[in-house]
């Protein structure tokens, strides 16, 4: 009688234009979303500390401070997100990449080797059709081993 677990599967991609160009319109659109949360953030708040500065100067200037560092931080994230999109232009076509991680499971029976079956498999797609699915080796394997 096994015992099933569960276990990483890598998702990679062959880089090809199609996916350049997807990888390129999905960061596009976190920029744009973070543009927008920076307009709610003015639009939402502008009011609020006007009618606040009227009655408490000190508490306004920390909210106004408060919403220049969320704003700050939605412009850093933009920042890295830009910096993404060089890297994606920089992609060298027929490379892969790692695209992320999804999980399957396993059955375990006694005498398997646990190093392989959690070494785990790899997917790769080209334009998000599966063209190999890889066993890795025990060499490959992210297995982290206490310091004794």
């Known amino acids: 009688m096994g015992v099933v677990i569960k276990r990483n599967v890598i ?19 976190s920029i744009e979303e973070i543009d927008q949360r920076i307009q709610q953030i003015d639009f939402r708040t502008q009011p609020y500390i006007t009618e606040l500065q009227r009655s408490n100067i000190q508490q306004a200037m920390a909210v106004r401070q408060q919403v220049n560092q969320e704003k700050e931080k939605q412009r850093s994230v933009r920042e890295v997100l830009l910096g993404r ?52 080796t025990v060499g490959e394997t992210n297995l982290v081993i206490p310091n004794s």
Request: glycine fraction near 8%; hydrophobic fraction near 35%; charge should be negative.
């Open 85 to 136: 999109i060089k890297q994606v232009e920089e992609l060298e076509l027929g490379e892969e990449i790692i695209r992320g991680t999804l999980e399957s499971q396993v059955e375990v029976e006694e005498g398997d080797n646990l190093a392989e079956v959690l070494g785990g498999q790899e997917i790769v797609t080209k334009d998000d059709v599966v063209v190999e699915i890889r066993q890795r």
């Open 11 to 29: 998702l990679r991609s062959i880089v090809t234009d199609r996916l350049k160009e997807q990888l390129k319109e999905e960061l596009q659109r």
